[in-house]
């Protein structure tokens, strides 16, 4: 049978700016298939805006079918940039991990969170005169938090964040001017997809 995928998160997740293939969980789902690992199109429960606390009661609100095979986390970047508090991410955070688990029929080692990219190297970012150093030094805050609770649940973890911050790339892969472009979740995938073999072919 295939793989159940389930994605979480926000508009990173959802792909804002790109067609609905472009998106990362379906590259995801594309380069797995090209690795002989059979995966189901994505269950994406994610939306452009979302925080941790919007994620949670939109899951409130949805219907699972678990136990997933893979279930993806991604999401933090709007509680940074409304200025919500860390400390209450952390919490939420925290619960919204533990949910995820219980969805990966309680196996923490088929969650896979991914970090929050660097959205102040953006050209909306400059053009709203953001103070991308800022920006950078509490995208790193919210990641450190997020990777701690992923380790202490013994979750996994991948990095797209150095890939979000190349300055080789911060004009010609960003779609909207906010949101990264199909070639750049492409560079996500290579980074989540060793990661998600890892897991479906345990």
Request: charged content about 20%.
């Amino acid at each position: 049978m295939p793989a159940q995928f389930l994605a979480l998160g926000d508009s990173y997740t959802i792909g804002e700016g790109v067609a609905a293939q472009e998106r990362w969980p379906a590259q995801l789902v594309a380069r797995l298939h090209g690795q002989g690992i059979a995966v189901d199109e994505p269950r994406i429960i994610a939306r452009t805006g979302w925080t941790t606390g919007e994620l949670s009661a939109a899951m409130d609100e949805s219907g699972f079918d678990p136990p997933y095979d893979l279930v993806t986390l991604l999401i933090g970047v709007n509680n940074q940039y409304r200025g919500l508090p860390l400390d209450e991410y952390r919490g939420q955070f925290r619960a919204l991990l533990a949910r995820a688990v219980a969805l990966a029929g309680d196996d923490p080692e088929r969650v896979l969170v991914v970090s929050i990219p660097d959205w102040g190297i953006t050209r909306f970012a400059r053009a709203d005169k953001r103070d991308a150093g800022a920006i950078a030094t509490q995208i790193d805050a919210f990641n450190h938090a997020a990777c701690g609770i992923a380790q202490s649940a013994s979750t996994r973890w991948a990095d797209v964040t150095g890939i979000s911050r190349d300055p080789h790339h911060r004009e010609s892969l960003v779609a909207d001017g906010l949101h990264p472009d199909d070639a750049q979740y492409a560079r996500w995938v290579d980074a989540i997809a060793p990661v998600a073999a890892t897991i479906l072919r345990r």
